[in-house]
């Protein structure tokens, strides 16, 4: 009677048919989720009160002076919506900022155009999420793409809920927005690789299945659409 010895990677792929490994790493993704959505939610809470004053630097945009920077704390989730969808991947992308954002803003409260913030992180988690196979610096460069796109959306949002629904309005909307996309863009590509590299050491299971990126990108698409509905 032969004895059949299987290889190390056979012996992983029986034991991942037998549903033992595959539970294991969604618990630790569970666990990371759970760890990721407790800093958003202390930091957010944490920064909206002791954030640093904006830098007495100026420039004038559309005939108003006004800070170059315009200093909030966008960051804290737009770094961890990124990282969950880069590193998690699949609903964690859309769950974890809007965790974030829902429970934080039932204490310190949002705008009108609530939803196209939310949407705004929920699109930089899918945008994470698409830079799965990419190396670290592509990643960056996908997360200096996503905090444009997440500007020009939420502000978007910002000339439908507050200015003249013409094309002046909405080129003055983007113009006094630049400050906060300059901010935006500095103080998250400066936090962002604080969490890169302990992720990329410990989570390298970054495969992308085709139905997991229209789960990851679905929900995204149909918030995005009902951010505009309610503004109609």
Same mark, same amino acid.
């Given at each position: ?5 299987? %290889?190390? *990677? ?5 034991? *991942?048919?037998?549903? *033992?490994?595959?539970? %294991? ?11 990721? $959505?407790? $800093? ?18 100026? !420039? +004038?945009?559309? =005939?108003?002076?006004q800070p170059l920077f315009m200093m909030d704390i966008f960051?804290?989730?737009?770094? $961890? ?8 991947? %699949? ?9 974030? /954002? ?8 949002? +705008? $009108? ?34 905090? !444009?796109?997440? *500007? ?8 439908? =809920? ?25 103080? +998250? /590509? ?26 990851? +990108? ?8 009902? %951010? ?5």
């Amino acid at each position: 009677m032969r004895v059949i010895k299987l %290889s190390g *990677d056979l012996k992983n792929s029986v034991k *991942d048919l037998n549903g *033992d490994a595959i539970p %294991s790493m969604m618990r630790k993704k569970i666990f990371v989720a759970a760890s990721l $959505i407790f $800093i958003g939610v202390a930091a957010r809470l944490w920064l909206y009160n002791f954030l640093p004053s904006t830098p007495h630097i100026y !420039i +004038t945009l559309a =005939g108003i002076k006004q800070p170059l920077f315009m200093m909030d704390i966008f960051f804290v989730v737009a770094a $961890i919506s990124l990282i969950a969808g880069r590193y998690l991947g %699949s609903l964690f992308a859309f769950l974890i900022p809007l965790s974030i /954002m829902a429970i934080t803003d039932i204490l310190i409260g949002n +705008t $009108i155009i609530f939803l196209f913030t939310w949407s705004g992180f929920a699109l930089l988690g899918s945008i994470g999420y698409l830079s799965r196979k990419k190396g670290v610096l592509h990643f960056f460069g996908y997360s200096v793409a996503g905090i !444009i796109a997440y *500007d020009l959306w939420t502000n978007f949002g910002c000339w439908m =809920g507050w200015y003249s629904h013409d094309i002046s309005g909405l080129l003055l909307c983007y113009a006094l927005a630049i400050p906060f996309m300059l901010w935006h863009l500095l103080a +998250t /590509m400066t936090v962002l690789p604080l969490f890169t590299i302990p992720f990329e050491k410990s989570m390298v299971q970054r495969e992308i299945v085709s139905k997991e990126a229209k789960i990851a +990108t679905l929900p995204t698409a149909l918030l995005m659409a009902l %951010s505009i509905f309610t503004l109609l």
